[in-house]
């Protein structure tokens, strides 16, 4: 069963806006991870946020993660051809020990 | 360049036949993921391992799959027998864990994409 589930599901943006995507989760965790899939391609991590953290950036990225709602956003500023991919969160869930992912959003950027 | 191996990138086999998917982790890493994509249903994890213990296979057909660790250096995943349904990408993934707070970045290999007639 999927912990996270993205939204939107496709986001399609001009170069140079910014993209914002969303996930919610179910259940208590020890950290929210997002990662990019380039088409054909395996998944490569991109950004981890403990459960006792509300923001992160790096690089373009900044990630905010609210566990009383359940719920974390990637945002990628000043978005260029090459974010064009699919971006998933993957959950660490509290005792679990493993990492379970979302559907995805997939973002295409327009030049 | 530290990455994941898997192998073979592509099978195309006929249903009824057996397929063995093999991974190759990061060296040191000492926990291994296996997961299946579709488009139906995303990314599904199948089994893990730390040590080279299986600790959660739940998410894997008992009666036709099944994963094993002969070694730290490789992970299997086997499907006998194989039926169309099965047809999908199956990555593997490899990661560490630190003492908590609990950390598991997954590292990915580039998936074998497999097509069941």
């Known amino acids: 069963s999927q912990q996270g589930e993205e939204d939107p599901q496709a986001l399609s943006i001009q170069e140079g806006e910014n993209a914002t995507m969303n996930c919610s989760y179910k259940?208590?965790?020890?950290?929210l991870q997002w990662y990019r899939q380039n088409s054909g391609r395996g998944l490569v991590h991109l950004i981890l946020?403990?459960?006792?953290?509300r923001e992160k950036h790096s690089g373009r990225l900044r990630v905010t993660l609210d566990t009383s709602k359940k719920s974390s956003s990637l945002l990628i500023t000043a978005s260029r051809a090459a974010d064009t991919a699919s971006y998933f969160c993957?959950?660490?869930?509290?005792?679990?020990?493993?990492?379970?992912f979302g559907q995805g959003t997939r973002l295409t950027i327009n030049p | 360049d530290a990455r994941v191996t898997q192998t073979p990138r592509h099978k195309v086999t006929e249903m009824g036949q057996e397929v063995t998917m093999r991974c190759q982790p990061i060296?040191?890493?000492?926990?291994v993921f296996w997961y299946r994509q579709t488009m139906m249903q995303g990314l599904e994890l199948l089994a893990y391992?730390?040590?080279?213990?299986?600790?959660?296979d739940s998410g894997m057909p008992k009666d036709r799959f099944s994963a094993e660790m002969p070694d730290a250096t490789l992970a299997t995943l086997k499907i006998q027998p194989s039926e169309p349904r099965d047809s999908a990408v199956y990555f593997c993934?490899?990661?560490?864990?630190?003492?908590?707070?609990?950390?598991?970045?997954?590292?990915f290999g580039q998936g074998t994409r497999l097509t069941v007639v």
């Open positions: 993934a490899s990661g560490t864990t630190l003492t908590g707070p609990r950390r598991t970045e997954a590292f």
């Open positions: 259940t208590s965790i020890n950290n």
């Open positions: 946020i403990r459960s006792n953290e």
């Open positions: 993957a959950t660490d869930a509290y005792g679990a020990q493993k990492l379970v």
């Open positions: 060296l040191g890493h000492n926990t």
């Open positions: 391992f730390r040590n080279r213990a299986p600790l959660d």
